[in-house]
């Protein structure tokens, strides 16, 4: 079942609470259309009574909609909502992607409270959604990106990008395997890896090659089991994709249709690709 609907960072509406019974729905999805082939990042909101529908566009592409139900469609929302109240912000497209994927993830309550959990946050540099009351934060590599912090002496839940337990290490970082041995398949990688892992390595300490933390040899992946998955998960982001660039390859351009269908994908950060 979905989160309920995550506030959002405050003043970013273009339009707040309006009644489709003045706005109504097919110019609303004109004027969303329209958005959308500008490249809109943001989230929509139908509001009728109890019932809500919530939809979300990263950079011009609409990831989806989902209600207290789950996943819904354009259709089948305005079908259950047909005189809502609408409102839709302007986001980041790093803060829609986070509405949008968090929706499922498991929430997990945080020692202390506020702001004693923040030096482990910014240390293991945290992605996702931080509550705490009232306010919420969305963030990415242990920095907030948006919204409200909470009130000292709040106490917090994650909604982390990454999964938890040593089962979600292991399959990420199986997933990170899979889709370098993938990427070596069709154009060899390792200079260019070792490459790219210097230039990064000032940012990410582990792709250091000396500190042989993240290593890539004949296509296989091998990272240190003592290196957080906080700080792994960045560094591999950030190396396979300077990678691919370096290569001129393009994720369109590997044989990737099976590793997109595990849940790891999303936690991957490639969406954002």
């Not at 990263?58 to 996943?71: E, K, M």
């Not at 990170?176 to 940012?203: K, Y």
Request: glycine share 10%.
């Amino acid at each position: 079942m979905p989160q309920p609907r995550l506030p959002l960072p405050p003043g970013r509406a273009v339009y707040s609470q309006l009644h489709t019974d003045h706005y109504p729905w097919t110019e609303v999805t004109v004027d969303l259309a329209a958005r959308q082939t500008q490249g809109l990042s943001g989230v929509f909101d139908a509001q009728q009574g109890p019932g809500w529908a919530r939809f979300v566009w990263v950079r011009g592409t609409l990831r989806g909609g989902f209600s207290a139900g789950g996943d819904v469609t354009w259709p089948a929302a305005l079908a259950a909502l047909p005189r809502a109240q609408v409102t839709l912000a302007a986001v980041d497209p790093a803060v829609a992607d986070l509405v949008w994927a968090s929706r499922t993830w498991a929430p997990q309550p945080l020692e202390g409270l506020w702001p004693t959990p923040q030096a482990a946050l910014t240390r293991e540099r945290f992605s996702g959604v931080l509550l705490g009351g009232p306010a919420c934060s969305f963030w990415e590599g242990g920095q907030p990106l948006d919204g409200t912090l909470p009130a000292p002496g709040a106490a917090c839940v994650a909604l982390p990008r990454l999964p938890g337990g040593p089962g979600g290490r292991e399959a990420l970082l199986t997933f990170w395997t899979d889709l370098i041995a993938a990427a070596h398949r069709v154009s060899p990688l390792d200079e260019a890896w070792r490459q790219v892992s210097v230039r990064l390595s000032e940012h990410h300490p582990c792709l250091d090659p000396f500190a042989r933390e993240v290593t890539v040899a004949g296509g296989r992946l091998r990272v240190d089991p003592d290196l957080p998955l906080g700080e792994a998960q960045p560094a591999l982001l950030g190396a396979f994709q300077g990678t691919l660039a370096r290569l001129g390859l393009r994720l369109a351009d590997l044989p990737l249709a099976e590793l997109r269908t595990r849940p790891e994908w999303a936690s991957s950060g490639l969406e954002n690709t």
